[in-house]
């Protein structure tokens, strides 16, 4: 699966943004779809995935500020980020993960200033 992640920016603290992830195929046939996020000197963390259902998923510290959301239409996801603070600044990229194969996206870079 390819991937074309967009969306990112700079943007003031308590401002949104939403990152759009273009998948090469249908979502229906990819079993799940996620966002990751990688800041300066940190590990890549997880924030949420969406499976082909439309079920999504987050990780405990990112509940309540991002939405993940599937488009099939348009073959995209979505991650919605609201009241972004200086410590969402990261690059973030999207993953498909079809049976065991796990895909990435180029990653979008997300600057949030103070």
């Known amino acids: 699966v390819q991937l074309q992640a967009s969306g990112g920016g700079l943007v003031q603290a308590g401002g949104s943004l939403r990152l759009s992830c273009a998948a090469s195929?249908?979502?229906?046939?990819?079993?799940?779809m996620g966002w990751y996020r990688q800041a300066p000197g940190k590990q890549r963390e997880w924030i949420a995935m969406i499976t082909s259902g439309g079920r999504p998923n987050y990780a405990d510290s990112m509940k309540g500020r991002f939405t993940i959301s599937g488009d099939p239409a348009e073959n995209t996801v979505y991650l919605q980020m609201n009241g972004l603070k200086p410590e969402d600044t990261a690059v973030y990229y999207c993953?498909?993960?079809?049976?065991?194969?796990?895909?990435w996206g180029q990653g979008t870079e997300v600057t949030v200033s103070s």
């Open positions: 993953s498909a993960l079809v049976r065991s194969e796990q895909s």
């Open positions: 195929r249908s979502i229906f046939s990819i079993n799940a």
